[in-house]
């Protein structure tokens, strides 16, 4: 049974950091192309970032260069999302997923949630004071 997990999420000051988690089982995620997302309250859901799957290969959204760093580690089946700098607005419910699909990551494939097949049940950040 396919799974992914996501775990990290919080309540953070604006400013702060965290570091969300991505841990599949049931398959091996060297396979799959990895996309991190997230929804707001009233809002769709949007492409945060996303990862090949060597890792050489990554982009982000606008709202987040500079400021958010997607990677993952083969060998324990893991995606990371090292958030820093937070702000109020990134303040939503983020969910990873997994595609097997011929994505090119470069410059922005795998932004779409329809270019995915597997969802985690997502992991709430909140960013206030």
């Known amino acids: 049974q396919l799974q992914l997990v996501e775990s990290g999420g919080g309540l953070v000051q604006p400013g702060g950091s965290l570091r969300l988690s991505c841990a599949a089982s049931?398959?091996?995620?060297?396979?799959?192309?990895i996309g991190w997302f997230r929804q707001a309250p009233g809002k769709e859901r949007e492409g945060v970032s996303c990862?090949?799957?060597?890792?050489?290969?990554?982009n982000y959204a606008d709202s987040v260069k500079g400021r958010f760093t997607i990677s993952r580690d083969n060998a324990k089946n893991m995606v990371y999302l090292q958030m820093n700098s937070l702000k109020p607005e990134d303040t939503a419910v983020y969910y990873c997923?997994?595609?097997?699909?011929?994505?090119?990551?470069?410059?922005?494939?795998?932004?779409?949630?329809?270019?995915?097949?597997?969802w985690g049940q997502g992991t709430q950040v909140t960013v206030s004071s």
């Open positions: 997923a997994a595609t097997e699909g011929p994505i090119v990551v470069v410059p922005t494939g795998g932004t779409s949630p329809d270019e995915y097949d597997y």
């Open positions: 049931g398959f091996t995620l060297d396979y799959y192309v």
């Open positions: 990862i090949s799957r060597s890792g050489g290969s990554t």
